[in-house]
């Protein structure tokens, strides 16, 4: 599985957009992009995920690049409960796989 | 909207003895996970399960460790002699295989295990 790249923490303001970056420069042709999150105390909850194409959901939108080395998860409105760590994990999308998880993106909602 | 549950929340137990997590996955999910957390630490893979056998385990998941479903409707990790460092946060996981193929994953809120 290709080995991702994300700062370690970020900071946004209540009711602004977040924009979570993440770089995966290896990545091979028939690996997905997968995001996750982890709020204090909670297990990981999935957010959204992509391949090659743009993809939106009630919680987010993700944007990958055309050359797909890397991408973008951005929460259009975020709220004081999207404070969580952020995970972007490349995996084959092949049953039972497993996923492997860095360190994240600390995001800190502040109102 | 369906729930993957974890009991307890939190185990204490002394060093050597034997522990049970324990984990009621969603009801149609096939496929079963456990994940582990060490405070601070990142999420790590321990083993996946399905059809009644594991599937893919890492080096993490030795001899001490085993899991089973011993009905339709649990998941259970055991720790047969626990070591001090396997004091962590269990997760465990399920997924539909119906939907996106086995890699969209529900995760439950973990069992806190703190050995003695």
């Known amino acids: 599985d290709a080995k991702t790249t994300q700062p370690t923490s970020m900071d946004c303001a209540e009711g602004r957009a977040a924009n979570l970056p993440c770089n995966h420069s290896t990545i091979s042709g028939n690996e997905y992009v997968y995001w996750y999150r982890q709020i204090h105390s909670q297990g990981p909850q999935y957010i959204i995920h992509g391949l090659k194409n743009n993809e939106t959901n009630e919680m987010a939108s993700l944007i990958i690049t055309e050359d797909r080395k890397s991408s973008t998860l951005i929460l259009p409105h975020a709220t004081l409960r999207d404070t969580a760590v952020y995970y972007c994990i490349v995996s084959l999308m092949r049953r039972g796989g497993k996923l492997i998880f860095g360190q994240g993106t600390e995001l800190s909602v502040k109102p | 909207e369906p729930e993957v549950t974890q009991t307890p929340s939190h185990q204490v137990t002394q060093m050597g003895q034997e522990v049970i997590l324990r984990c009621v996955p969603i009801s149609n999910h096939l496929y079963f996970y456990w994940y582990r957390q060490i405070l601070g630490q990142k999420v790590e893979f321990l083993v996946s399960?399905?059809?009644?056998?594991?599937?893919?385990k890492s080096e993490i998941f030795d001899d001490q460790f085993s899991v089973e479903r011993p009905d339709g409707s649990n998941f259970t990790l055991k720790i047969r002699s626990t070591k001090l460092e396997d004091s962590a946060m269990y997760f465990c996981?399920?997924?539909?295989?119906?939907?996106?193929?086995?890699?969209?994953?529900?995760f439950g809120d973990g069992t806190r295990l703190s050995i003695l």
């Open positions: 399960f399905y059809n009644n056998e594991i599937s893919e």
């Open positions: 996981a399920s997924s539909d295989p119906g939907r996106s193929p086995g890699t969209t994953q529900h």
